[in-house]
């Protein structure tokens, strides 16, 4: 059964820092990987997606990495911002040998707060 | 364009009551999912349709819970005999094609907080 886990649980940062937010999966058969934003009370923003035989998307101050043979993935945001305080997801799509392909399984998040 | 859409965003409701929780998707969109949020957790798969049937139903947690798509468009996610363990938030998502394509997307609506007391 696919697992996935985030570190750090919360991250508290002053304006401007470069930060990482890190993100694992136990089981490599995945079809894709996505970075989701969840603000209090909204639903789930997506951030980016990075398909198995990617190594790394970019949008704008996002940039995800995959790193698929070691069940790794990390988010990187850059010159941080209040506006980016939420909490950031990131949930893994199975290959069609891992399961049922729409399922995406999610991990717990890491709630980030950017102090001005 | 509109996005995923769900009503209502609160529901409080008494123990052993029934609910409803309704999910429009986004136009056009065949394929639509169900998660459930518990506090302090990432969101978990409950049910999948594909057009009007429910490929694959196997994450509702027990047969209280039931959710229909008739006309493959708006969708009902229906729980009876509410417990207090239901309480969490019910997330909707929607997209154009499902399992047949590895690029898709799913996009979420914001969630219907549903209150068990």
């Known amino acids: 059964k696919q697992e996935v886990t985030q570190i750090p649980a919360a991250l508290s940062v002053p304006e401007g820092e470069n930060l990482v937010l890190n993100c694992s999966f136990t089981?490599?058969?995945?079809?894709?990987l996505q970075w989701f934003r969840q603000d209090p009370g909204k639903g789930l923003t997506s951030l980016l997606l990075?398909?198995?035989?990617?190594r790394e998307q970019t949008s704008g101050r996002l940039n995800a990495s995959l790193d698929k043979s070691s069940g790794r993935s990390t988010l990187y945001i850059a010159a941080s911002q209040p506006g980016d305080s939420a909490t950031y997801l990131c949930?893994?799509?199975?290959?069609?040998?891992?399961?049922?392909?729409?399922?995406?399984?999610f991990g717990k998040g890491t709630l980030l707060t950017v102090n001005p | 364009g509109a996005g995923v859409s769900q009503t209502p965003s609160n529901k409080v409701t008494e123990k052993g009551k029934y609910v409803e929780l309704r999910c429009d998707p986004i136009?056009?969109?065949?394929?639509l999912y169900w998660y459930r949020q518990s506090l302090g957790q990432g969101p978990e798969f409950l049910i999948y349709?594909?057009?009007?049937?429910?490929?694959?139903d196997s994450g509702l947690p027990n047969d209280r819970f039931f959710a229909v798509r008739p006309e493959g468009s708006v969708s009902t996610l229906k729980i009876q005999r509410t417990e207090r363990g239901d309480s969490a938030v019910y997330l909707c998502?929607?997209?154009?094609?499902?399992?047949?394509?590895?690029?898709?997307?799913?996009?979420f609506g914001p969630g219907t907080r549903l209150t068990v007391l």
């Open positions: 949930a893994v799509k199975p290959g069609r040998s891992g399961g049922s392909n729409y399922k995406l399984t």
């Open positions: 089981d490599s058969a995945i079809y894709n």
């Open positions: 998502a929607s997209s154009l094609g499902g399992h047949r394509s590895s690029t898709d997307t799913q996009y």
């Open positions: 136009s056009g969109h065949t394929a």
């Open positions: 349709f594909q057009g009007t049937g429910a490929a694959d």
């Open positions: 990075i398909q198995s035989s990617q």
